[in-house]
């Protein structure tokens, strides 16, 4: 009898053959060993927040969590070494009395550090990158067991193509981070009419750290969330009142709305508009992973795409319009962020500054055409999936979009040439 594995969302369902929660990087080259043994693939596994099928298996599922600990501090150099299955809460919590922090964050940070890397999990800001790029060093289990570090100075031919990884190349044991200073982030957020919020978009992106914005479906109305960096301490948030919004409101009163759309989605168009309107919140000044992450309690499926910034806003407009043309309405307000260029073989931001567009999905939600339509728009703005949400994209359409494909195939050739660590994901998305 093997035991069901289940991701965040639900959405994604394996049965490996065990699931195995190695303690240090001995027992995890003698899993891999085993492996081999008994013809059982391998795959690492984070806190499965990825909607995608990347950590199902029917072989032996690797859990990190035991190897949550920061490892070594290098103060002059603003450095840490931690165990890959540290969830990013508690490395944040850690970082901040070490008066360190990252320099930026996603929407959650429910995520081990080793998956978010894997998967390239980014926030916002066209100046900044993703997580994967805070990293200067791995070590790593490959898949003849050998234990490897990989940096700039050793194994160098691999770095890159190892910020980003899928869990395609061995198990992270260890990831060496370069950290900031803590800081805190002054909020700024408002909701307007859309060209006023795209305006402000386009010119904060230049003038501010961080800015994102959320477009409501059927309105024209968007909420915009700029941040930026600030020497003021954190605000006085009454606990009662931010525990009304965050919870009972966003996640609770959101979560009940749903269920009423699912049952009645003709009353969905006119609720939006009811419920979307302009007006400004109260800016607030916390501690940067405060600011960047929140609770996300209400289960959706995400597609997200990633396509060059300069045609963010043609690739929106295109989302915009097969959202209105649906039969089955969209629930979710749809996220605009952007990012810096990078070297990373597989970052989704490799070689070009590049827009994000996520759409969502409530998930007993049954409408899977919106995917749809929207990934076949995505292929005229050269759109790369997020590794980590739901997309239908194989090898031989991901090979045109990644310029350093190569360079991430020889090192997986180099790390596991028999693809010890792959899965039905890997096979489709990488060939093997
Ligand atoms: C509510 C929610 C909000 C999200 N917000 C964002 C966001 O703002 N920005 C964004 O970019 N993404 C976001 N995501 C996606 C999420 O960040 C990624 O899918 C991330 O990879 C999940 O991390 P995890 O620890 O759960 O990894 P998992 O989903 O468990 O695994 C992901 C990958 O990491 C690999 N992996 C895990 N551990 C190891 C290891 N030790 N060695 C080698 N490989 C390993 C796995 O093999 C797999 O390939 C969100 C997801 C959810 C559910």
């Not at 931690?82 to 009395?97: C, F, P, R, W």
């Not at 605000?235 to 525990?243: A, D």
């Not at 097969?322 to 490799?350: C, K, Q, W, Y």
């Amino acid at each position: 009898m093997t035991d069901k594995w289940l991701n965040w969302a639900g959405n994604q369902t394996s049965y490996p053959h065990s699931v195995l929660r190695p303690d240090n990087e001995n027992a995890i080259s003698e899993i891999v060993g085993l492996g081999v043994a008994k013809r059982l693939k391998v795959r690492p596994i984070g806190n499965g927040h990825s909607f995608s099928s990347i950590g199902s298996t029917d072989g032996f599922l690797v859990s990190l969590q035991d190897l949550n600990s920061i490892l070594d501090i290098d103060k002059e150099k603003l450095q840490v070494t931690v165990g890959a299955g540290i969830i990013l809460s508690d490395l944040n919590a850690q970082l901040h009395k070490l008066g360190l922090a990252l320099p930026n964050l996603g929407d959650i940070d429910s995520q081990s550090i080793a998956g978010a890397i894997a998967t390239g999990t980014h926030g916002t800001g066209i100046t900044f990158n993703s997580i994967s790029s805070a990293v200067v060093g791995i070590r790593i289990v490959t898949g003849d067991g050998s234990i490897v570090d990989i940096s700039e100075s050793e194994n160098a031919e691999f770095f890159e193509a190892s910020k980003v990884s899928l869990g395609a190349l061995g198990i992270v044991v260890s990831v060496t981070l370069q950290c900031v200073r803590s800081f805190n982030l002054e909020l700024t957020e408002f909701t307007a009419r859309l060209p006023e919020i795209i305006s402000r978009f386009e010119h904060a992106e230049l003038s501010s750290d961080f800015v994102e914005f959320f477009w409501f479906p059927y309105t024209d109305i968007a909420e915009i969330k700029i941040c930026n960096k600030t020497n003021s301490f954190p605000s006085r948030v009454k606990t009662v009142s931010k525990f009304v919004n965050d919870e009972i409101i966003r996640n609770l009163g959101f979560d009940l709305l749903n269920r009423f759309w699912l049952r009645f989605p003709g009353t969905v168009n006119r609720s939006m508009q009811l419920l979307t309107k302009e007006g400004d919140r109260p800016t607030r000044v916390d501690i940067s992973h405060k600011i960047f992450c929140s609770k996300r309690r209400v289960k959706f499926i995400e597609m997200e795409y990633a396509v060059p910034r300069e045609q963010l806003f043609d690739a929106f407009e295109a989302v915009r319009h097969i959202t209105e043309g649906l039969r089955i309405p969209v629930t979710f307000p749809v996220e605009i962020r952007t990012l810096g260029a990078d070297h990373i073989p597989l970052s989704m931001a490799n070689g070009r500054d590049t827009g994000f567009i996520a759409i969502h999905l409530y998930n007993h939600a049954k409408s899977r055409a919106f995917f749809h339509e929207v990934e076949k728009a995505m292929r005229q703005f050269a759109g790369r999936p997020h590794w980590g949400k739901i997309h239908n994209l194989d090898s031989s359409d991901l090979v045109k979009l990644y310029p350093q494909w190569n360079e991430f195939t020889e090192a997986r050739q180099a790390l596991d040439p028999d693809g010890h660590f792959t899965n039905s994901y890997l096979e489709r998305v990488l060939g093997y």
